[in-house]
């Protein structure tokens, strides 16, 4: 069965930096695609950023150059460091998986954690 667990949200001001954690089990976590994607109030899910199991990342435009997502297979541990926070990256922030489908659409990932808060304040 696979397991997601993220951890590392929390709060602070603008300009400010916070690093996400998701720990994968119950699959063979080398072989499958891992993403971040987040969901503001009142918005709609949206992908952040997505590591491939050859390591190819693909970002959202508006993150590049501010996020990093980084994977150890060793550790099955999913990373997402972001670095000059503004308040509009304030959401529930998700990590998922998928053995097949690797892109920034929340509909082709299958199996997903149950998400850790991040807000920035101004």
């Known amino acids: 069965q696979v397991r997601l667990v993220e951890s590392g949200g929390g709060s602070v001001q603008s300009g400010g930096s916070l690093r996400l954690s998701c720990e994968g089990s119950?699959?063979?976590?080398?072989?499958?695609?891992m993403g971040w994607f987040r969901e503001a109030p009142g918005k709609e899910r949206e992908g952040v950023a997505v590591?491939?199991?050859?390591?190819?990342?693909t970002y959202a435009d508006s993150v590049k150059g501010r996020f990093t997502i980084s994977r150890d297979n060793a550790k099955s541990t999913l990373y997402l460091q972001m670095n000059s926070l503004k308040p509009e990256d304030t959401a529930m922030y998700y990590c998922?998986?998928?053995?097949?489908?690797?892109?920034?659409?929340?509909?082709?990932?299958?199996?997903w954690g149950q998400g850790t808060q991040v807000t920035v304040s101004s």
């Open positions: 590591i491939e199991s050859d390591g190819t990342i």
């Open positions: 998922a998986t998928d053995p097949y489908y690797c892109g920034l659409r929340e509909a082709g990932f299958n199996y």
């Open positions: 119950g699959y063979t976590y080398n072989m499958y695609c």
